[in-house]
């Protein structure tokens, strides 16, 4: 099947030419032979039915050189170069035989050296017979020297444009694994330490225990759906949010509150899966840092204007952490968004004028299409 798709195209791009060259001689050898009528020079060139069995008679002697010419290469020069010319010498000198045998096909066997005749008689030279010869397969060697450039010239092409979608290919799944590997960057520490909460309430609170239990399956539920897909509703993105950040809150229930914004109050998006998963956790996670007083974790979504969708994640924090720098979840947000949207999105992680910790996610405000173009732009889906 891969032979075929190469031949193919091959062999048509060599008949088209081929049956643009025959019709080309045929017309131009009956003009001049129609203008040297009128100066009683009759039989100077053959006429069109032999001339176009010559070309018919050519045609599978050109298939074969030019496919023979694909087959060996251009390197090295020095060993491939002379068989390359043979092979154009040989298609060159058959020129005149091929004429001579469409002329006795079509029953014109006592003017086969019409040619010859006509031009010995206007110059007076026995030889010019082989000047003929000659001037034939020139001109039939630059013919065979276009056909052949431009079928080179033609697989170069398509070799071409076959590297650059095996290298897209290649492009492509290089970009699916890098995000999908990006979506499932899901702490462990935090998994192992949500477990550990739940082990201790087992003893003293197992309804609570049993309530976490229940959250934590669907929260890895909801993760492992999320992670197969490029990506998700806002509004299921915040659900998974909620979940977290609940467990959280059971876990630090003395001292973490979270605001949520409910279903109803999110516009009606599309974004990246668990864009938002990273910042919530490096919410709770700095916020808790360094102190021992109570800590705000606010989620909210917008649309902005000019067709943006604006998420912000701000958490309050100890004043001695007020700088501090871009750790993994953060460089996972980062990265996400330059491979999905480049330039059209932006991440900007900073303290705030209130003194609270601020991350903020502009990126382009995906509907139903829009949301399905970008993931076929982006990468294949999953």
């Not at 000659?134 to 010239?153: D, E, N, P």
């Not at 897909?229 to 001292?255: I, P």
């Amino acid at each position: 099947m891969r032979m075929a798709s190469r031949i193919r195209p091959t062999l048509l791009i060599v008949t088209a030419f081929w049956a643009y060259v025959a019709a080309s001689n045929v017309l131009y050898a009956n003009s001049m032979q129609a203008n040297l009528n009128a100066l009683h020079v009759a039989h100077f060139f053959a006429g069109w039915q032999a001339r176009l069995l010559q070309h018919l008679f050519l045609y599978p002697a050109l298939v074969a050189c030019v496919w023979g010419s694909l087959r060996i290469g251009w390197q090295p020069l020095a060993r491939k170069l002379p068989l390359q010319v043979l092979m154009a010498l040989g298609f060159a000198t058959c020129a005149s035989p091929a004429l001579w045998l469409g002329e006795v096909v079509v029953g014109d066997a006592m003017a086969h050296h019409h040619m010859h005749a006509g031009i010995s008689a206007m110059t007076n030279e026995p030889s010019s017979g082989w000047l003929a010869w000659l001037a034939s397969a020139t001109i039939f060697l630059l013919t065979y020297g276009f056909a052949l450039a431009l079928v080179s010239g033609f697989d170069f092409y398509r070799r071409m444009r076959d590297s650059q979608i095996r290298s897209a290919a290649l492009e492509r799944a290089l970009t699916t694994a890098h995000l999908a590997a990006l979506r499932m960057q899901l702490s462990p520490h935090s998994l192992f330490n949500l477990l550990h909460t739940i082990r201790g309430q087992i003893d003293w609170d197992p309804a609570a225990a049993r309530t976490m239990i229940v959250q934590l399956g669907d929260l890895l539920r909801r993760l492992l759906n999320a992670g197969e897909r490029e990506y998700s509703r806002l509004s299921d993105e915040m659900q998974f949010v909620r979940l977290y950040l609940e467990l959280q809150q059971r876990r630090f229930a003395d001292r973490l509150t979270v605001e949520v914004p409910h279903s109803a109050e999110l516009p009606s998006a599309w974004v990246p899966s668990l864009i938002l998963q990273p910042l919530v956790e490096n919410a709770v996670v700095h916020g808790l840092a360094g102190h021992q007083g109570p800590v705000t974790v606010r989620v909210s979504a917008a649309a902005g204007s000019r067709g943006t969708l604006v998420l912000r994640v701000t958490n309050t924090m100890a004043a001695e952490r007020a700088s501090r720098g871009g750790g993994i979840g953060l460089r996972n947000v980062r990265d996400r968004l330059a491979i999905q949207f480049g330039e059209r999105a932006s991440f900007h992680a900073a303290p705030d004028e209130s003194g609270q910790w601020a991350a903020e996610i502009r990126m382009p405000l995906l509907t139903d299409v829009l949301a399905a173009t970008a993931a076929s732009a982006c990468a294949e889906p999953f």
